[in-house]
């Protein structure tokens, strides 16, 4: 099976523009989890979708928002972007056991 | 509150033993998880317990005792590519879904 796939791997945005990052689960996953990893604050739960719902939500301002469409592909939306979003965003779709399949992630620069 | 606990660093030398530490308090239990995060990579699962003992993987083994809200994970003969950081995982019950420790980076010594 192909694993957890992201795009785009890398990003470079100004503050106050907004950004959109996709995911795409390991096939027959239907639950899709995002985290934050920064080195201050180590990986943050930010909110998890399954079938097309959001299932729970992490402690991120509304700023932080997302999606997940019928393939179980999932979006993540940053909107008016400030310095300290500038972090690894990581999706992971979830096993049988909860354990988490994570993908490459998303290495965003906020300038 | 909920919070994991993990020491930050630890060092250990090649073919040696380590065993790195977890508490963790969280509302309600689902289980105990271990990922293994090399440098510029993505964390990937190692282990998983929701019952009280041991659980051996090969080289890796975790420990669990709901009682103590206590895990460790146990690497034996240590390899120069077991460098990495080690993150301790639990789901709640509440909305958070997971909550991670800030992981121990281990340094594997020649």
């Known amino acids: 099976k192909a694993g957890v796939t992201q795009t785009p791997r890398y990003l470079i945005k100004t503050r106050g523009q907004q950004v959109t990052l996709s995911c795409s689960p390991i096939?027959?996953?239907?639950?899709v989890s995002w985290y934050q990893q920064t080195p201050g604050q180590g990986l943050q739960f930010l909110f998890e979708?399954?079938?097309?719902?959001?299932?729970n939500k992490g402690n991120f301002p509304g700023r932080f928002s997302g999606r997940q469409f019928s393939n179980s592909r999932s979006e993540m939306n940053v909107s008016t972007l400030e310095l300290g979003d500038s972090a690894l965003y990581l999706c992971?779709?979830?096993?049988?056991?909860?354990?988490?399949?994570f993908g490459p992630g998303t290495r965003l620069t906020v300038l | 509150g909920q919070n994991i606990d993990q020491p930050t660093e630890m060092t250990a030398t090649e073919g040696a033993i380590v065993q790195i530490n977890c508490t963790y308090q969280?509302?309600?239990?689902?289980?105990l998880f271990w990922y293994q995060q090399h440098a510029g990579e993505a964390p990937t699962f190692l282990s998983y317990?929701?019952?009280?003992g041991l659980e051996e993987k090969g080289r890796f083994s975790s420990f669990l005792s709901r009682s103590k809200g206590y895990s460790y994970l146990l690497l034996k003969e240590l390899q120069m590519k077991d460098s990495a950081s080690y993150l301790c995982?639990?789901?709640?019950?509440?909305?958070?879904?997971?909550?991670f420790g800030t992981g121990t980076r281990l340094k594997v010594l020649a």
């Open positions: 317990n929701v019952l009280d």
């Open positions: 995982a639990a789901p709640t019950s509440g909305t958070y879904k997971y909550i």
């Open positions: 096939s027959g996953h239907r639950s």
């Open positions: 992971a779709s979830q096993g049988v056991s909860d354990e988490q399949f």
């Open positions: 979708y399954f079938s097309e719902t959001q299932r």
């Open positions: 969280t509302s309600g239990f689902n289980g």
